[in-house]
């Protein structure tokens, strides 16, 4: 039944977004009797297994209308194994369940508000494309997409639809950002010039060995029962079905992840992006070990150079994977110096320096001491906090509510930035980058980089 006469549900969630206006959603949530009607939000959930769960365990509280997976098994059956999600699925036992999102929406389109994409990252741009193409909000994973050419159609489409976005980096929602913002902005670094981010990815159980070829010598194999393999692969290249690459493998094959720095790159620069509210950079330059014609490195050191802006001078951001850590701040004694193992960033400003852990989390000032001096007058926080972590924001900003941290005028700068990285380690050179053409100008043939390095299979709307 329509929202108010002449409006269904779709038009008016997009209006009441737009507008923040609470007035309008109380008016829209009121039927022809009157009456207040439900304002819970009718989602689908495309890959349910996964990172899908934690949206599943997130939004329980809206209405989910839709489950899409292309394996069983990793879906529905792991989903109802966790004691944690076992009892979602069984409140939502009548939600329909499907493999082919396009078939979902074909057969549901008007019964859906928005649309969580939690699939791996090959198939984040076509599904989101067709949900933002039906005027549904979008959730989408980390990253964006899988490069920049799809980065940039997705953030136009959804700036023409109107719809709320939101890209799920955790930090971006969290108070360590924040805290990261207040302290740079109060001055307790000083000017920032560089920084420095490392992860202990790739390793297992999220990336094979760089050397694995899905094609040489590999014998075919039966495709599991549960799974749909083409489904899986979508607009990809055909390719015989391939474990190595399931389930969570595919991060390290350049046609379907983009390595350690697109698996963990926007967790570790969200607060330089953010907290130091830098442009983009004028050029990338990466050393890597050997480089496989289908998978990622060992180990690789990508610079980025920031240009100055305003009273703030340039700043150089150096990433480090597979192993290779930071050089030791300075002012931190050999004994002190025990960083998180799983990675983290330190920026270093002409007046101090400051440590932040994996996903923005617990900033510290360096040395101890520093923080410790300082704990009863760090500065004020200024920049509200969001309760209940990205997904609830996502869904009170389609009730009106304030704007998401990461909808994709954020997250498609921030997604930018670790594909420049991506292009570089692939490109094996430095690049220059005009952010306006969208354009790497000084290897025009590594251009090629920015694309999705394949031409998409027909029927899948991209």
């Keep these: 039944m329509p929202a108010h006469p002449g409006i269904n549900r779709r038009a008016f969630l997009q209006s009441s977004a737009a507008a923040g206006s609470l007035l309008l959603l109380l008016r829209g949530l009121r039927g022809a009797d009157g009456k207040l009607r439900s304002q819970r939000l009718n989602l689908a959930l495309v890959g349910v297994g996964g990172r899908g769960t934690p949206a599943l365990q997130a939004l329980q509280d809206e209405n989910f209308v839709a489950f899409c997976d292309v394996d069983e098994r990793r879906g529905r059956d792991a989903v109802a194994a966790d004691p944690a999600s076992k009892p979602i699925l069984e409140k939502f036992s009548r939600t329909k369940w499907f493999k082919d999102y396009r078939r979902m929406f074909d057969s549901m389109a008007n019964e859906i508000d928005a649309v969580v994409v939690c699939t791996p990252d090959h198939m984040h741009f076509p599904v989101a494309m067709s949900a933002i193409a039906l005027g549904k909000h979008v959730y989408v994973e980390k990253p964006l997409c899988r490069c920049i050419t799809e980065v940039r159609t997705l953030h136009a489409a959804a700036k023409r639809a109107g719809v709320v976005t939101q890209m799920g980096n955790q930090g971006r929602a969290g108070e360590g950002i924040r805290l990261v913002r207040e302290w740079v902005q109060a001055g307790l670094i000083g000017k920032p010039h560089t920084v420095h981010a490392f992860t202990d990815r790739p390793k297992q159980p999220w990336f094979n060995d760089p050397e694995i070829d899905p094609d040489e010598g590999a014998a075919d194999e039966a495709v599991p029962p549960t799974l749909d393999w083409d489904l899986w692969r979508g607009p990809s290249p055909v390719r015989p079905y391939r474990s190595c690459l399931l389930p969570e493998h595919w991060r390290g094959y350049v046609e379907y992840g983009s390595g350690s720095l697109g698996d963990m790159g926007i967790h570790m620069m969200d607060s330089l992006l953010y907290g130091l ?186």
Excluded at 296 to 318: D, L, M
Excluded at 381 to 393: A, F, L, N, Q, S
């Design 277 to 462: 509210e830098l442009p983009p950079p004028t050029s990338v330059e990466a050393i890597t070990s050997q480089l496989y014609p289908k998978t990622f490195p060992r180990s690789t050191v990508v610079t980025y150079k920031f240009p100055a802006r305003g009273a703030q001078g340039p700043v150089e951001f150096k990433w480090f994977d597979g192993g290779l850590l930071p050089p030791r701040p300075p002012e931190m004694p050999v004994g002190e110096w025990k960083p998180n193992p799983s990675g983290g960033t330190i920026i270093y400003g002409d007046k101090g320096t400051l440590w932040v852990g994996s996903h923005s989390n617990s900033p510290r000032l360096l040395p101890e001491s520093r923080m410790k001096e300082l704990r009863g007058s760090l500065p004020a926080k200024t920049i509200p906090r969001v309760v209940g972590g990205p997904h609830r924001e996502w869904a009170n900003a389609i009730r009106g509510g304030p704007a998401c941290g990461s909808q994709f005028d954020y997250a498609a700068p921030i997604t930018e930035l670790v594909l420049l990285g991506v292009a570089a380690i692939r490109a094996q050179s430095r690049i220059e980058w005009d952010p306006v053409a969208g354009k790497i100008t000084n290897i025009p043939d590594a251009n090629r980089l920015l694309g999705p390095g394949y031409d998409y299979l027909p029927g899948w709307g991209v």
